[in-house]
């Protein structure tokens, strides 16, 4: 199993990114997935999750009405589009099959002016 994130990268206050999480490994449509991050200093904080068939999505509540949690299952990748990014979403993003335990080895956001 793997899961390869990307996309991540510097960013100016208020502008958007685009993160990708390629998965193999596995029948990716019958899982849900998640999205995590980790600010430098901090423990890890789920942002997001979506489930495998209904596609039902969540987030928390720091990144409501920005964030948006999207997946193909015909290509096994999940997304995250992130709008109106913040300082504080600075963190390494990863990708997660939180029920097996499985993540990916992180990517990169900053925010900084």
């Known amino acids: 199993l793997e899961l390869v994130e990307s996309g991540g990268g510097v960013v100016q206050p208020g502008g958007s990114l685009r993160l990708s999480c390629a998965a193999s490994?596995?029948?990716?449509?019958?899982?849900?997935m998640n999205w995590v991050r980790q600010a430098p200093g901090k423990g890890p904080e789920w942002v997001s999750s979506i489930n495998g068939g209904s596609g039902i999505t969540t987030y928390v509540d720091s990144v409501k009405g920005r964030f948006t949690i999207s997946r193909d299952n015909a290509n096994n990748i999940m997304y995250l589009q992130m709008n109106s990014l913040k300082p504080e979403d600075t963190a390494v993003y990863y990708c997660?099959?939180?029920?097996?335990?499985?993540w990916g080895q992180g990517t990169q956001v900053t925010v900084s002016s």
């Open positions: 490994g596995f029948t990716f449509s019958n899982y849900g």
């Open positions: 997660a099959r939180l029920v097996s335990g499985y």
